[in-house]
């Protein structure tokens, strides 16, 4: 991992915009960054990527670091399960939330494994179809 101080000027910049936006100085940017600053070009499109879609539209927040947690227990990411329950808990999970959330992951890995292990085919009624809004039957 590279800490600020002997970081790259290009991640030296990228480490001063993660700090401004998460209201700290840049030598107390995470960890995952530190190891992203190997390779600055990388970690400059993994923020702009990550401050893309992580910024509240249509979902909200808690939705997206929720969302993001799912993924990354699903993943196994012990790392992205720390830093993202963290932040969905800052933006307001609480933990019949949390509970809830894992309740959903783990059906969903168990079908999922199911329908994958069986090779169900797909109901005549979803094949072909994109999950567009209003499409899917009730």
Not at 104 to 117: K, Y
Request: aromatic share 8%.
């Amino acid at each position: 991992m590279i800490e600020y101080a002997e970081a790259s000027p290009e991640a030296r910049a990228v480490f001063e915009e993660i700090a401004a936006v998460r209201g700290i100085k840049p030598a107390e940017v995470n960890n995952f960054w530190k190891a992203m600053a190997r390779h600055p070009a990388q970690m400059r499109r993994i923020w702009q990527n990550m401050r893309a879609v992580m910024t509240p539209g249509a979902l909200d927040a808690r939705t997206k670091e929720m969302i993001y947690l799912a993924v990354s227990v699903t993943n196994n990411c012990e790392y992205c399960i720390a830093s993202h329950g963290a932040q969905a808990r800052k933006a307001g999970m609480t933990e019949e939330m949390f509970g809830e959330l894992m309740a959903v992951v783990g059906l969903a890995n168990e079908t999922n494994r199911l329908a994958n292990g069986y090779r169900v085919p797909v109901d005549a009624a979803f094949a072909g179809r994109r999950p567009e809004f209003g499409s899917l039957p009730a």
